[in-house]
């Protein structure tokens, strides 16, 4: 059998971060991305007095307590993320900026930014895709939070390190259809339960017969607050009624 261009393109270059492929890919880092296509589905939006969270935490078995999956995490208390990929990968992030964002209050007696927690995500992820002997985060995060001035930002970090900007955006295997229906019905001038209850309704119409309140986690930032809180399932089942 002869070996087809693919066949060659990846033959011993998907075995080393550091090596380029003859057409100018590292294969490592789009395996990295293609494990985060293959996870449940995280959503978030900035609407005009806060920022959402949603995501499916996809429960595996029906013995596990859903309490104890986390797909969702609090940075600081104007600040969170959701994840889709590997979540022990999203663990050593959050650990990180948490750290980050302690040691920046102690120091300065002042919150960090969003940003500033993005860029530290994206360097370490960045560096990760140029040293030998390791291995791309395979996770992306949406991250998201009210500044001092009352501004809502959300970001969007890639497995590789590079970050956007977003008013709404969608991570994991629902990416293409959740997204699509984001750029249909979001509207910038939504409430924050407005965009709760859009996001939960969006989702519910992919996962459609596999929606239930205890598989999804909801949250948001209200900008008056600036304080991280949850929606347990009765406030979920209540949204998408």
């Known amino acids: 059998m002869q070996p087809t261009k693919q066949m060659i393109d990846k033959m011993g270059y998907d075995r080393s971060i550091t090596m380029f492929s003859p057409d100018g890919r590292l294969l490592q880092v789009e395996y990295a991305k293609k494990s985060v296509r293959q996870a449940p589905t995280g959503l978030a939006m900035a609407c005009k007095d806060g920022v959402v969270f949603i995501s499916d935490k ?23 993320l959701t994840a889709a990929g590997l979540i022990a990968d999203a663990r050593v992030l959050v650990d990180r900026v948490q750290l980050r964002a302690q040691q920046h209050t102690v120091t300065y007696d002042s919150k960090i930014d969003i940003l500033s927690v993005v860029k530290e995500i994206s360097d370490l992820k960045q560096i990760c895709t140029q040293s030998a002997g390791l291995r791309p985060f395979g996770v992306s995060l949406l991250v998201g939070g009210v500044e001092e001035d009352g501004t809502v930002k ?8 590079l970050y956007f900007q977003y008013q709404a955006a969608a991570i994991g295997e629902g990416e293409t259809e959740v997204q699509a229906q984001l750029e249909k019905r979001y509207k910038p001038s ?7 209850k859009l996001g939960l309704n969006i989702l519910k119409d ?24 949850k929606l347990d399932d009765d406030e979920i089942k209540r949204l998408v009624k």
């Open 58 to 80: 996809y429960l595996i078995s029906k013995l596990i307590v859903p309490e104890a999956v986390e797909k969702m995490f609090k940075v600081d208390d104007h600040i969170a």
């Open 154 to 161: 959300l970001y969007l970090t890639e497995p590789y390190g």
């Open 190 to 196: 939504m409430t924050v339960q407005e965009g709760l």
């Open 206 to 229: 992919y996962l459609k017969s596999d929606f239930n309140a205890n598989r999804v986690d909801a949250a948001f930032i209200n900008k008056e607050t600036r304080k991280f809180t």
